[in-house]
């Protein structure tokens, strides 16, 4: 089935190209709510919440530009309500001590798929989100204060601090570059 048949399916509220639409882009939007949940059932609870809003509002794609990222949009706005909701705003936003050791860029590079998503997910809170939308989804410290509520110079400080805390755990993992 083509996208815009898929499309046309789920406007027409078509079992079979509602589940063709699922089944195609559900993993990859998993994987987007994996990055910003704590767990995978906060993640499935985000895709689940993300999908119903898919299938609520197709009628408004236009199919002007990538109808991948129109669902990567609607799912990452899901992600980031149900942070909002969650203890983001009461996340202390000061500047955390943490011992400055080098960790060479080939160490991320070490790094698997699945560790690296681990680190992510262990991120506190707003340091993720903000991790997220910069380094992943590429959105501007503009951007991320307006989505989140929050000036640009946090979002810029809360960057530096997931920097920094990912890190310190690097360090504590004893990734190296000899690895």
């Not at 046309?8 to 709510?33: H, R, W």
């Not at 999908?51 to 530009?65: A, E, H, L, Q, T």
């Not at 009461?90 to 699945?114: C, F, P």
């Amino acid at each position: 089935m083509t996208e815009e048949k898929i499309i046309q399916g789920c406007i027409n509220e078509q079992k079979a190209a509602q589940q063709c639409l699922y089944e195609t882009y559900s993993p990859k939007m998993y994987y987007v709510c994996l990055r910003y949940a704590r767990h995978a059932s906060e993640a499935q609870d985000m895709l689940q919440d993300g999908f119903i809003k898919v299938f609520d509002n197709i009628g408004s794609f236009k199919f002007n530009g990538s109808f991948e990222g129109w669902i990567r949009r609607i799912v990452v706005n899901t992600a980031l309500n149900h942070c909002r909701k969650s203890s983001f705003k009461q996340e202390k936003l000061g500047i955390e001590d943490y011992q400055d050791k080098v960790v060479e860029s080939k160490a991320v590079s070490n790094l698997g798929e699945k560790e690296l998503l681990a680190l992510i997910q262990k991120l506190p809170d707003g340091y993720r989100m903000v991790f997220n939308m910069y380094v992943i989804e590429g959105f501007s410290h503009k951007e991320i204060g307006e989505m989140l509520d929050i000036t640009e110079s946090t979002s810029r400080s809360q960057l530096a601090k997931s920097r920094k805390w990912m890190q310190n755990e690097l360090v504590k993992l004893k990734i190296t570059s000899h690895v």
